[in-house]
Nanobody, 129 residues
């Protein structure tokens, strides 16, 4: 079965860095867009970043622009989120997601959770002040 497993979350002090990984299994996603979302307690799921099938196009939420970098390694069927200069407001459960569309040209619509078909279980990121 298709499975997405996030890892790399943890507790970090403000200003620190974490690198999240999302390993996919069950099928390859080298022709599919992937993304990261996050959700804090009591808040809606929030778009963080997305990357197209080849890795040459990315989009970021304004709140993370310049601090986070999304990347992918299609040979490993894995997407990453490098998070630098972390702030307490970044505290959330981080989820990876995959769209099943074939080589989709990503755009603003990809900020919507409904555009994605598979989701991971999430990994907790806690940033202390």
């Amino acid at each position: 079965q298709v499975q997405l497993v996030e890892s790399g979350g943890g507790l970090v002090q403000a200003g620190g860095s974490l690198r999240l990984s999302c390993a996919a299994s069950g099928r390859t996603f080298s022709d599919n867009a992937m993304a990261w979302f996050r959700q804090a307690p009591g808040k809606e799921r929030e778009f963080v970043a997305t990357i197209n099938w080849s890795g040459d196009t990315t989009y970021y939420a304004q709140s993370v622009q310049g601090r986070f970098t999304i990347s992918r390694d299609n040979a490993k069927n894995t997407v990453y989120l490098q998070m630098n200069s972390l702030k307490p407001g970044d505290t959330a459960v981080y989820y990876c997601a995959v769209q099943t569309g074939y080589r989709t040209s990503i755009g603003p619509v990809m900020r919507q959770p409904k555009m994605y078909d598979y989701w991971g279980q999430g990994t907790q990121v806690t940033v202390s002040s």
